[in-house]
């Protein structure tokens, strides 16, 4: 019919080319530079207390004394949290409460390096985490 819209012809992309992803040696030894880590300064923790909050997925930290105690805290400031009058900035700082409140029972937040050990994490992570467990309705 001559009033039908022209028609699209669809093919299948071509494969891009193998290209090498290899690092280049660098001056006639050979040696490639180790990639940095977040964790090269800082130094691990021997072993986690228990009022330490673990970062991670799964049972190992979700039944850790210190991961309960910090859902048992976050429990506490959640409904001015998730009130719907709270701005912004109003979240921000009971959020910052919380994690002032861990570290005031002695608690620190870890998360596992690449190593396998556990490390500190910084304070915009630790607060991240508190507003993430504050959101949460897994644990009401």
């Given at each position: 019919?001559?009033?039908?819209?022209?028609?699209?012809?669809?093919?299948?992309?071509?494969?891009?080319?193998?290209?090498?992803?290899?690092?280049?040696?660098?001056?006639?030894?050979?040696?490639?530079?180790?990639?940095?880590?977040?964790?090269?300064?800082?130094?691990?923790?021997?072993?986690?207390?228990?009022?330490?909050?673990?970062?991670?997925?799964?049972?190992?930290?979700?039944?850790?004394?210190?991961?309960?105690?910090?859902?048992?805290?976050?429990?506490?400031?959640?409904?001015?949290?998730?009130?719907g009058e709270t701005d912004r900035r109003a979240?921000?700082?009971?959020?910052?409460?919380?994690?002032?409140?861990?570290?005031?029972?002695?608690?620190?937040?870890?998360?596992?390096?690449?190593?396998?050990r556990w490390y500190e994490m910084d304070e915009?992570?630790?607060?991240?985490?508190?507003?993430?467990?504050?959101?949460?309705?897994?644990?009401?």
């Amino acid at each position: 019919m001559p009033d039908d819209p022209p028609t699209r012809k669809y093919t299948k992309r071509k494969k891009a080319s193998s290209v090498s992803t290899a690092r280049p040696k660098l001056g006639g030894g050979g040696i490639t530079p180790k990639k940095s880590s977040k964790y090269d300064k800082k130094e691990a923790v021997q072993r986690p207390t228990p009022e330490d909050i673990l970062a991670g997925r799964g049972g190992g930290t979700n039944r850790h004394d210190g991961n309960i105690r910090f859902r048992d805290e976050a429990r506490r400031l959640r409904m001015i949290y998730k009130d719907g009058e709270t701005d912004r900035r109003a979240k921000f700082m009971i959020s910052q409460e919380l994690v002032t409140r861990v570290r005031q029972y002695g608690g620190r937040f870890l998360e596992k390096g690449h190593d396998g050990r556990w490390y500190e994490m910084d304070e915009k992570s630790a607060r991240k985490k508190a507003s993430q467990v504050l959101r949460e309705e897994k644990w009401e």
